[in-house]
């Protein structure tokens, strides 16, 4: 079954301090968006679809070589993720068939372990649905479902939860490129 990925990057990230959108946030001498790309762009993975706002001018200003030829920018980037998302199966719509499998994953999500992207592949690819990486919330005064589960769910279907690991963190403030870092270096 081919299976391809599609990473959101449209986004402005106005919580994490900077000059710069937060997919270009130095991380481990790189732009973070970087990092998110290698995490998911390993087999069996075929290609990589990243979805830029129309107006990014700095996704060319930095060295993508390392994926050569199973990464793809698309600008076409919507005003909320859930419209990036949906303005980046549409375009990747040419590339691939009905029958393949879209990995939907977070630019602000540097540090995905193989073994939690194995793991997902390999619990959801029997499953019609599809399923996200979750973990048990430790606590929380209310939890509001708007990503790509919520969307899946308003069409009346379930995705399989798989257990994740918690170094697969979302940065969003500037203190969370510190533990992404300290989680990168210990992989080297």
């Given at each position: 079954m081919p299976l391809f990925a599609l990473i959101p990057a449209a986004g402005s990230g106005t919580r994490?301090?900077?000059?710069?959108?937060?997919?270009?946030?130095?991380?481990?001498?790189?732009?973070?968006?970087?990092?998110?790309?290698?995490?998911?762009?390993?087999?069996?993975?075929e290609h990589v679809f990243v979805v830029l706002a129309p107006q990014d001018r700095a996704f060319s200003r930095h060295d993508w070589s390392a994926f050569a030829g199973k990464l793809e920018p698309l600008y076409c980037g919507g005003g909320t993720r859930r419209d990036s998302v949906y303005n980046g199966l549409v375009a990747a719509m040419a590339a691939v068939d009905a029958d393949d499998w879209m990995l939907v994953h977070d630019a602000a999500r540097p540090c995905l372990p193989k073994k939690d992207l194995e793991s997902l592949i390999r619990e959801t690819e029997a499953d019609e649905v599809g399923g996200i990486l979750a973990l048990p919330v430790a606590e929380t005064v209310k939890a509001v479902a708007k990503d790509e589960a919520g969307a899946i769910e308003q069409m009346g279907l379930k995705p399989r939860l798989v257990a994740g690991s918690r170094e697969n963190l979302k940065?969003?403030?500037?203190?969370?490129?510190?533990?992404?870092?300290?989680i990168l270096a210990r992989r080297r």
């Open positions: 994490l301090a900077g000059e710069r959108p937060k997919q270009y946030a130095a991380l481990a001498g790189k732009p973070m968006l970087w990092h998110a790309v290698r995490a998911i762009c390993v087999p069996p993975v940065v969003t403030y500037a203190e969370d490129l510190a533990i992404a870092a300290a």
